[in-house]
């Protein structure tokens, strides 16, 4: 197997160099990932201005590894698109420093290589540890990401989806086990700083504390960490909402067609 290891946290974390390790024994390992950290940066496209790509040294032997200039989604594209010869079966991407849950994974660079992955059709899963100091031990997040990888992912995700997996920050022993677990909701505690430059101008910092969530609604990723599991949530990449087609569907709108003064009508 050949496998694709991303991250946010940039292409020095400590989170991606356990995750690569994690790997070799499932075969060929190849890193490509920011070089500096780019998390939130969620799905984003460099569309405006050139990608660079640099052989960049890294922690772990017999990992070839790239660094580039943009974001993760960029660098598991330009990974798929081309710049890899020998052709990828699997991308995971992490191990991230924190947790990504609930509407996280609107924001988090981690999942979007992993959604990445998925629009050129290669299963992917994103790995991030539910701990967000900078000692963090990856270790027992690393087994998981073995464990896990060790199911022949490539034969068993669908297209279009993706495995997020959150590890509590616990020794491995004390981890209680799996959780298979759909996204909680999030609390923001977000505040608007604004402060003044030296110049008179204002600017703005998108401040406050970390994030926090509903812990008992249970079979949550929220809950599950909470309670000292791994959650595991597949992802589908189509967003619909069902329940709502058929409600839009009572309001009309589809019985509707351009009139002659400028307004719809039936
Ligand atoms: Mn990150």
Same mark, same amino acid.
């Given at each position: 197997?050949?496998?694709?290891?991303?991250?946010?946290?940039?292409?020095?974390?400590?989170?991606?160099?356990?995750?690569?390790?994690?790997?070799?024994p499932f075969g060929k390992v190849t890193v490509v990932a920011?070089?500096?950290?780019?998390?939130?940066?969620?799905?984003?496209?460099?569309?405006?201005?050139?990608?660079?790509?640099?052989?960049?040294?890294?922690?772990?032997?017999?990992?070839?590894?790239?660094?580039?200039? %943009?974001? /993760?989604?960029?660098?598991?594209?330009?990974? #798929? &698109?081309?710049?890899?010869?020998? $052709?990828?079966? *699997?991308?995971?991407?992490?191990?991230?420093?924190?947790?990504?849950?609930?509407?996280?994974?609107?924001?988090?660079?981690?999942?979007?290589?992993?959604?990445?992955?998925?629009?050129?059709?290669?299963?992917?899963?994103?790995?991030?540890?539910?701990?967000?100091?900078?000692?963090?031990?990856?270790?027992?997040?690393?087994?998981?990401?073995?464990?896990?990888?060790?199911? %022949?992912? /490539?034969?068993?995700?669908?297209?279009?989806? #993706? &495995?997020?997996?959150?590890?509590? $920050?616990?020794? *491995?022993?004390?981890?209680?086990?799996?959780?298979?677990?759909?996204?909680?909701?999030?609390?923001?505690?977000?505040?608007?700083?604004?402060?003044?430059?030296?110049?008179?101008?204002?600017?703005?910092?998108?401040?406050?504390?970390?994030?926090?969530?509903?812990?008992?609604?249970?079979?949550?990723?929220?809950?599950?960490?909470?309670?000292?599991?791994?959650?595991?949530?597949?992802?589908?990449?189509?967003?619909?909402?069902?329940?709502?087609?058929?409600?839009?569907?009572?309001?009309?709108?589809?019985?509707l067609t351009p009139g002659a003064n400028g307004h719809f009508?039936?």
């Open positions: 197997m050949h496998i694709l290891v991303s991250n946010d946290d940039g292409i020095g974390a400590p989170g991606i160099a356990a995750l690569a390790e994690a790997m070799l920011p070089d500096e950290n780019q998390s939130a940066s969620g799905h984003r496209k460099t569309m405006h201005k050139p990608l660079r790509i640099d052989p960049a040294p890294f922690p772990v032997e017999g990992v070839e590894a790239y660094a580039t200039s %943009d974001t /993760p989604s960029d660098s598991v594209a330009v990974a #798929l &698109l081309g710049f890899l010869k020998d $052709p990828v079966d *699997l991308v995971v991407s992490g191990i991230n420093r924190g947790a990504n849950m609930g509407q996280d994974l609107t924001y988090s660079g981690t999942v979007s290589a992993a959604f990445e992955a998925v629009i050129w059709r290669k299963p992917a899963i994103a790995f991030s540890l539910a701990d967000y100091s900078e000692h963090a031990d990856y270790t027992a997040a690393a087994a998981v990401a073995r464990q896990v990888v060790s199911l %022949d992912m /490539p034969r068993r995700l669908p297209p279009l989806t #993706l &495995l997020n997996i959150n590890i509590p $920050p616990l020794p *491995l022993g004390q981890i209680k086990g799996f959780k298979i677990v759909h996204q909680g909701l999030r609390e923001y505690n977000d505040d608007l700083v604004t402060r003044m430059d030296p110049y008179g101008r204002p600017y703005y910092w998108i401040g406050g504390t970390a994030p926090t969530g509903d812990m008992t609604e249970e079979n949550t990723d929220l809950w599950a960490i909470h309670n000292g599991y791994v959650s595991i949530t597949p992802i589908h990449l189509d967003m619909t909402n069902y329940a709502m087609i058929r409600e839009i569907s009572s309001w009309g709108l589809d019985r009508e039936e």
